[in-house]
């Protein structure tokens, strides 16, 4: 079985790269560790993510308000939250590969000296706190810069604009700020391709509430954040809810529920809900004033937090399907069309032939016009094209044949549609064609 589930993580990976979809960062120099570079159709399938996601938690709602802070803030912040002093793990290094390792994830065979390294079986050193976050300086000469860090969370840009988005917006309880950005962790051993990096990007809200509310809203949100995940296609089966043991909650929680999902590496968090009570707000001196009451509180917090990056491995993960059509053993991503990089594939079914490619191109230059992801393909035969299309999950191939030029008149100006799921054809007429995708887009 995990021979199994290894073959399928090694084929997502080879289609990743093969596809365009992820490389690795800095590749032409030997690769970065922990760094990864998202191709066309990769940045295609984030954007379809976040948008999906903002959508819901942000457009779609009253109470929410989008912000974007800035990657870089003053060292009091990190300070105030606590990370400064505290954001580490605990590190051992083998004296004989000096190679790194976290010590609460070491699996390694315990011995009277210590522990084994699991790489090469040297002596493992005394586990010490390593800081993750990144640091570098703001100013002209060393001697007079001052020390920044990269964000390892963007929970902080929030918290520090609660004040601003108060005061220029004048929101009333329960209300939202919800950001889509970059952190950064200088992780020890970063692995499993994109599921544990040194910079990944987050979906983060911080919901304040009064107190006396917060076991509602946990439930709440909670069903939200399920929702959303249906949404855009994972596979729920694979998706459990973990309530966070209290010795093992953070020091500021109260309860954290994580999302863990069954990666073909393991069963492994994929995103969290927090109930941050009024930790953050305290410690950055914050408060609210309730305009119609005229009192003055600290609010309490409810975090949903969610990883882009796990989000796009377990949507690959959910969607990737093998099975058999016409005799031959094919792969496919099964993509909802709303988040497929790719919604349809424009082909004429012959390309030496001028009247189909115009024609073709008529079709494609219009529905390229009106939903962007379109693709135009006349590499290859027709069959190696829909094999080419399914791979990367494109819903709808739609070909442009005699038919369409009127070989048969009854076809005239209709073009073939195939489904991807099902390889199955139809006719549709080109001037329905643009209702017809709007309608699977939404459906």
Not at 90 to 113: N, V
Not at 311 to 335: H, P, Q, V
Request: net charge negative; glycine share 8%; charged share 25%.
């Amino acid at each position: 079985m995990q021979n199994e589930e290894n073959n399928v993580m090694e084929k997502i990976v080879s289609l990743a790269k093969r596809r365009g979809f992820i490389f690795q960062g800095s590749e032409i120099y030997g690769g970065l560790a922990g760094a990864w570079d998202y191709g066309h159709l990769g940045a295609e399938l984030l954007n379809n993510i976040k948008s999906s996601w903002w959508k819901k938690f942000v457009s779609d709602r009253e109470d929410m308000y989008g912000i974007r802070a800035a990657i870089l803030m003053r060292s009091e912040v990190w300070e105030a939250s606590g990370h400064v002093a505290g954001f580490a793990d605990p590190m051992t290094e083998c004296a004989k590969c000096h190679h790194r390792f976290r010590t609460d994830q070491l699996d390694a065979e315990k011995t009277d000296g210590g522990m084994k390294c699991p790489d090469c079986g040297g002596a493992l050193g005394e586990s010490r706190q390593f800081n993750m976050m990144f640091s570098t300086k703001i100013g002209a000469a060393d001697d007079t810069a001052a020390t920044v860090y990269l964000r390892p969370e963007t929970a902080q840009g929030i918290f520090v604009n609660f004040k601003n988005t108060v005061d220029a917006y004048h929101p009333k309880l329960p209300f939202g700020m919800a950001q889509i950005g970059k952190a950064f962790r200088n992780e020890i051993t970063p692995r499993d391709f994109i599921f544990r990096s040194r910079e990944f990007e987050q979906m983060e809200i911080e919901y304040y509430i009064r107190p006396e509310t917060w076991e509602v809203q946990f439930e709440y949100w909670q069903n939200e954040m399920a929702d959303w995940m249906k949404s855009v296609g994972m596979d729920m089966s694979k998706v459990h809810v973990l309530d966070v043991a209290p010795e093992d909650l953070a020091h500021y929680s109260k309860r954290t529920v994580d999302f863990e999902f069954d990666y073909p590496f393991g069963k492994k968090e994929l995103f969290g809900l927090a109930y941050r009570g009024s930790f953050d707000l305290t410690n950055h001196k914050l408060d609210y004033h309730d305009e119609e009451t005229g009192e003055n509180i600290v609010p309490h917090v409810i975090e949903p937090s969610f990883g882009v990056d796990r989000a796009f491995l377990a949507l690959m993960i959910s969607a990737y399907t093998e099975d058999e059509m016409n005799g031959e053993t094919r792969a496919y991503l099964k993509l909802a069309p709303h988040i497929a990089p790719v919604l349809a594939a424009v082909s004429p079914l012959l390309r030496n032939k001028p009247e189909l490619v115009e024609k073709s191109r008529a079709v494609f230059s219009a529905l390229k016009k009106e939903f962007g992801r379109i693709a135009y393909d006349d590499n290859g035969n027709i069959g190696k094209r829909y094999r080419r299309q399914d791979e990367i999950g494109t819903p709808f191939c739609i070909v442009i044949d005699f038919d369409t030029l009127g070989e048969n008149p009854a076809n005239l100006d209709t073009v073939t549609i195939r489904h991807r799921d099902t390889g199955n054809q139809e006719r549709v007429a080109i001037a329905e064609l643009i209702t017809f995708i709007k309608s699977k887009i939404t459906a």
